[in-house]
């Protein structure tokens, strides 16, 4: 119960960041900024994805259970290629999420702007903390989907196990990553379908004077930022619920 009503809290604070961009335009009759619309909706695939992956999970055991006998030695092989295929696939939209923090740069925002800039300050903060919370929702679900699947959560009384830490790790590593990618190479989770492309730009980028300092301390601080929203959320989402 208490993780839907998480969930419902997370859907909420989107509508809300949508609402004020809306707001924002009807109010004070400046251009509707369509593009934070998009990235407010790209941000919750990843809520989304998760979710998906859970359901295709709880379809699939009873099946796989069921013709166990028949395929024997096969159903562990489908069922990990399965948890395999729909974690990169929702480890390609989950910068999106992330991505959000970057819209603090108030890009939207012009000098002759009619907008209160204290609107602008509460309509981009909501947008931005949707973004966290969808990037954490998300990645609590992935991440207790494996400690279920992998290890007994429950009776234990030691905390989250020491694997499922590292995975959330290297994905929040990976998400902030991404976001650099996608705020200063503009490469979107769908350019994966051209990896040399994407390595070959990178390359040329890092080549560039600070380039790679600058791109070292971007993923450092991004990381850190989610991590240290993350780990006591996750926490307190284990406990209340495995404890």
């Given at each position: 119960m208490a993780a839907l009503v998480d969930l419902i809290a997370v859907a909420l604070l989107n509508v809300y960041a949508v609402v004020l961009i809306v707001l924002r335009a009807r109010l004070y009759g400046a251009r509707l900024y369509r593009p934070m619309l998009v990235n407010v909706a790209l941000s919750f695939v990843p809520v989304v994805g998760a979710l998906a992956a859970v359901a295709g999970l709880l379809f699939l055991a009873p099946a796989l259970t069921a013709?166990?006998?028949l395929?024997?030695?096969v159903v562990p092989v489908i069922l990990w290629g399965y948890l395999t295929l729909a974690t990169l696939l929702w480890l390609l939209f989950f910068p999106n999420a992330i991505y959000l923090i970057t819209e603090l740069n108030f890009s939207h925002r012009g000098a002759d702007d009619r907008v209160p800039l204290w609107f602008d300050i509460i309509q981009t903060l909501t947008l931005t903390l949707s973004g966290i919370m969808n990037a954490i929702?998300?990645?609590?679900?992935v991440q207790s989907e494996f400690i279920v699947l992998i290890a007994d959560p429950t009776g234990h009384g030691s905390g989250a196990p020491v694997f499922s830490w590292v995975f959330a790790g290297a994905v929040i590593v990976l998400g902030a990553?991404?976001?650099?990618?996608?705020r200063y190479l503009r490469f979107n989770?769908?350019?994966v379908r051209h990896p040399a492309s994407l390595v070959r730009k990178l390359a040329g980028h890092l080549r560039e004077p600070g380039r790679a300092?600058?791109?070292?301390g971007f993923v450092l601080t991004h990381a850190l930022l989610v991590a240290l929203v993350y780990v006591p959320v996750f926490t307190l989402f284990y406990r209340a619920l495995f404890e």
């Open positions: 013709l166990a006998d395929l024997q030695g929702a998300s990645l609590l679900i990553l991404g976001v650099y990618l996608g989770s769908w350019d300092l600058e791109l070292g």
